[in-house]
Every structure is written in C-alpha cells, then in structure tokens.
C-alpha cells in the first residue's frame, strides 16, 4: 500500500514528519510520498518558490527510509501552470500503480471541506481517504455519501485499491506553518518545531523575515 500525504510545506515541520512516519507504521504501507503543492486552489499562495519549498523537504527527509517526495504537482505545474488539484494527482498515481491500494491522508480540518474540493467524489475513484484525526472527533454527522463507504476496520483498506473512508487518531503535534513563519517574521526561535537542516536552510536563504 502507497501512502500519499500532500501540502504546501512552506516551511515543512515536525507536524508533517510525525503524521507521516505514524500513518506508515499504523498502515504497514510500503511508503508514503509527500507531494509539494504547485498552486494551492483552496488557499494563500506560499510564502516562497517551489523550488524552496522541495529543497527544505529533501533536508526534512534525508536518510528517512519509506518517506519519500514526489514532484508530480510541481512538474505538472510547470507544464501548464494549471492548480494543483488532487484528483489529477490520484489519477496520475493510479495509472502508475495500477491495483496497489493508494491511501490519502488528509487532515480532520481539510475533511470539513472536503466537498469543496474540485471533483471531490471523484477522488474515491482512485484512492482511499483516510482522515487523521484528534481524540474526541465525532464521526456521528456524517452523510449517506461517507457513510457508504465507511471502513470501520483499517484491515478493509488492503482489500481494494480505492474507494473507502477511514479515520485513523494519530499524534498531531499542534505545530502550524504560519506560526512558524511568524516567529520568524518576530525575528525568535522556531527550534524544535521543525528540523535544524531546515532551520539552517531559513536562516541561509533569509526566509520568512518579513509578513
């Protein structure tokens, strides 16, 4: 099983890392490729290149067997300049991995919004969705579209290459971006939010100074 955890990663952080590193383990899957957004449809552009943002995720990475980075995003960006939707990036994984099941891993505040996704229920077509969640999130409220195809054991999830819904409770460390990119801005600290390769690479490239 191919795991696919997305984002701007803009700086990426030890949230992203741990969330990745936990899924693989609970998920037994073969890896999980983190997949830098080009041109985010559903929020701000990034504070720096893409270029930049790929280079701090390769530091983040570094001798990390299972994780690894996949440009397909930023590649099709350049192409076309087209938004970095995600059913075309599942699309273009499902023809690479033709039965392997794909599990995409989204946030339980990205889950909220999920309809206004573009092409949202198409997104089942190709991969299953599974949401990492917080203790205490209530699953009770959802609709008969998700209720459908509710995977209540994550054993189900190996069974097919697409198609269910699952929510998994994972550690999410309570580390943002954007707070990260303000402590730098105040000119403090961001030590042990993210890895020091990264911070080095802030400080080299003199990233995030001003807001």
């Keep these: 099983m191919i795991g696919i955890f997305g984002g701007t990663f803009d700086p990426v952080h030890y949230g992203h890392l741990r969330s990745a590193l936990e899924v693989k383990?609970?998920?037994?899957?073969?890896?999980?490729?983190?997949i830098p957004c080009a041109n985010p449809p559903h929020r701000e552009q990034p504070a720096v290149t893409a270029n930049m943002r790929l280079q701090?995720?390769?530091l983040a990475i570094k001798n990390q067997p299972g994780l690894k980075i996949d440009t397909r995003e930023l590649d099709r960006y350049n192409l076309d300049q087209t938004p970095s939707y995600m059913v075309d990036t599942l699309k273009s994984l499902r023809q690479e991995f033709k039965n392997e099941p794909?599990?995409?891993f989204i946030g339980s505040d990205a889950f909220k919004h999920l309809t206004g996704w573009?092409?949202?229920q198409r997104l089942f077509d190709y991969a299953h969705i599974?949401?990492?969640?917080?203790?205490?999130?209530?699953t009770q409220q959802l609709d008969d579209f998700f209720k459908a195809r509710l995977a209540?054991?994550?054993k189900e999830l190996a069974l097919a290459s697409a198609g269910n819904l699952?929510?998994?409770?994972?550690?999410?460390?309570?580390?943002?971006?954007?707070?990260?990119?303000?402590i730098i801005a105040r000119k403090q600290n961001p030590g042990f939010l993210l890895p020091d390769a990264v911070i080095e690479y802030i400080k080299q490239h003199q990233l995030y100074e001003t807001r």
């Design 152 to 154: 209540v054991d994550t």
């Design 118 to 120: 573009h092409q949202w």
């Design 25 to 34: 383990d609970i998920f037994g899957l073969d890896e999980v490729r983190l």
């Design 56 to 58: 701090m995720l390769e």
């Design 102 to 104: 794909l599990l995409l």
């Design 130 to 138: 599974v949401v990492m969640t917080r203790p205490g999130f209530n």
């Design 166 to 182: 699952c929510f998994q409770q994972i550690t999410q460390l309570d580390i943002s971006a954007t707070a990260i990119r303000n």
